[in-house]
Protein backbone atom coordinates (compact mmCIF):
# COMPACT_ATOMS: atom_id res chain seq x y z
CA UNK A 1 0.00 0.00 0.00
CA UNK A 2 1.36 3.58 -0.98
CA UNK A 3 0.11 7.08 -0.16
CA UNK A 4 0.89 10.08 -2.35
CA UNK A 5 0.24 13.20 -1.33
CA UNK A 6 1.09 16.47 -3.88
CA UNK A 7 1.62 19.86 -2.77
CA UNK A 8 3.18 22.97 -4.51
CA UNK A 9 0.45 24.04 -6.91
CA UNK A 10 -0.91 27.50 -7.22
CA UNK A 11 -1.32 30.43 -9.48
CA UNK A 12 1.60 31.75 -11.41
CA UNK A 13 2.00 34.43 -14.22
CA UNK A 14 3.53 32.79 -17.43
CA UNK A 15 7.02 32.53 -17.80
CA UNK A 16 7.06 31.50 -13.81
CA UNK A 17 7.95 28.58 -12.25
CA UNK A 18 6.91 26.11 -9.55
CA UNK A 19 7.77 23.03 -7.69
CA UNK A 20 5.76 20.14 -7.29
CA UNK A 21 6.19 17.72 -4.57
CA UNK A 22 4.97 14.22 -4.11
CA UNK A 23 5.26 12.32 -0.72
CA UNK A 24 5.34 9.09 -0.67
CA UNK A 25 4.17 6.43 2.48
CA UNK A 26 3.50 3.01 3.16
CA UNK A 27 5.03 -0.45 2.29
CA UNK A 28 6.47 -0.52 -0.63
CA UNK A 29 8.54 -3.46 -0.48
CA UNK A 30 11.27 -2.22 -2.76
CA UNK A 31 11.89 0.39 -5.18
CA UNK A 32 9.43 1.59 -7.50
CA UNK A 33 9.12 3.94 -10.81
CA UNK A 34 7.38 7.21 -9.86
CA UNK A 35 5.25 9.67 -12.54
CA UNK A 36 3.97 12.79 -12.85
CA UNK A 37 0.45 13.18 -14.73
CA UNK A 38 -1.72 15.99 -15.78
CA UNK A 39 -4.97 16.82 -16.89
CA UNK A 40 -6.69 20.01 -18.40
CA UNK A 41 -10.17 21.09 -18.42
CA UNK A 42 -12.01 18.67 -21.06
CA UNK A 43 -9.09 16.94 -21.42
CA UNK A 44 -7.53 13.50 -21.30
CA UNK A 45 -4.47 12.96 -18.92
CA UNK A 46 -1.26 13.00 -20.04
CA UNK A 47 2.14 11.63 -19.11
CA UNK A 48 4.54 14.57 -18.23
CA UNK A 49 7.43 12.78 -16.73
CA UNK A 50 8.43 9.38 -15.09
CA UNK A 51 11.87 8.42 -13.20
CA UNK A 52 13.50 5.42 -11.96
CA UNK A 53 13.99 3.90 -8.35
CA UNK A 54 17.52 4.49 -8.76
CA UNK A 55 17.18 8.14 -10.82
CA UNK A 56 19.47 7.30 -13.33
CA UNK A 57 16.98 7.17 -16.14
CA UNK A 58 13.72 10.03 -16.47
CA UNK A 59 11.16 10.49 -19.87
CA UNK A 60 9.85 13.58 -20.06
CA UNK A 61 7.14 14.62 -22.65
CA UNK A 62 7.54 16.57 -25.53
CA UNK A 63 5.46 19.13 -24.63
CA UNK A 64 7.72 20.19 -21.42
CA UNK A 65 10.99 18.76 -22.64
CA UNK A 66 13.34 21.80 -21.88
CA UNK A 67 11.13 22.97 -19.09
CA UNK A 68 10.19 20.84 -16.83
CA UNK A 69 12.51 18.79 -14.58
CA UNK A 70 11.68 15.56 -13.16
CA UNK A 71 14.04 14.56 -9.74
CA UNK A 72 13.94 11.79 -6.36
CA UNK A 73 15.06 12.05 -3.24
CA UNK A 74 14.69 8.33 -2.05
CA UNK A 75 15.82 8.98 1.59
CA UNK A 76 12.86 11.77 1.81
CA UNK A 77 10.13 9.22 0.12
CA UNK A 78 9.78 12.33 -2.23
CA UNK A 79 9.26 12.98 -6.13
CA UNK A 80 9.60 16.58 -7.57
CA UNK A 81 8.63 18.30 -10.37
CA UNK A 82 10.34 21.41 -11.23
CA UNK A 83 8.71 23.36 -13.70
CA UNK A 84 9.62 26.22 -15.33
CA UNK A 85 8.95 28.73 -18.32
CA UNK A 86 5.61 27.58 -17.66
CA UNK A 87 2.92 28.93 -20.48
CA UNK A 88 -1.09 28.88 -20.07
CA UNK A 89 -0.94 25.61 -21.87
CA UNK A 90 0.63 24.13 -18.63
CA UNK A 91 -2.63 24.69 -16.79
CA UNK A 92 -3.93 21.89 -14.95
CA UNK A 93 -4.43 19.58 -12.18
CA UNK A 94 -0.97 17.53 -12.10
CA UNK A 95 -0.93 13.91 -10.14
CA UNK A 96 1.93 11.69 -8.89
CA UNK A 97 2.10 8.28 -9.39
CA UNK A 98 3.89 5.39 -8.30
CA UNK A 99 4.22 1.38 -9.98
CA UNK A 100 5.99 -1.17 -8.43
CA UNK A 101 8.14 -1.42 -11.19
CA UNK A 102 11.82 -0.36 -11.51
CA UNK A 103 11.82 1.12 -14.70
CA UNK A 104 10.10 4.28 -16.28
CA UNK A 105 7.04 4.33 -17.73
CA UNK A 106 4.88 7.11 -19.54
CA UNK A 107 1.62 4.80 -19.68
CA UNK A 108 -1.23 5.02 -17.02
CA UNK A 109 -1.96 1.49 -17.23
CA UNK A 110 1.44 0.62 -15.54
CA UNK A 111 1.02 3.24 -12.55
CA UNK A 112 -0.55 1.26 -9.09
CA UNK A 113 -1.22 4.47 -7.13
CA UNK A 114 -2.43 7.73 -7.37
CA UNK A 115 -2.22 11.28 -5.73
CA UNK A 116 -5.10 13.44 -5.02
CA UNK A 117 -3.66 15.68 -7.92
CA UNK A 118 -2.63 19.74 -6.76
CA UNK A 119 -3.94 22.52 -9.17
CA UNK A 120 -1.79 24.40 -11.37
CA UNK A 121 -2.86 27.93 -12.93
CA UNK A 122 -0.83 29.72 -15.44
CA UNK A 123 -2.14 33.04 -16.43
CA UNK A 124 -1.18 35.37 -19.10
Known amino acids: QVQLVESGGGLVQAGGSLRLSCAAS????????MGWFRQAPGKEREFVAA????????DVADSVKGRFTISRDNAKNTVYLQMNSLKPEDTAVYYCASTTGFRVATTQELYDYWGQGTQVTVSS
Open 26 to 33: GRTFGGYA
Open 51 to 58: ISWSGGST
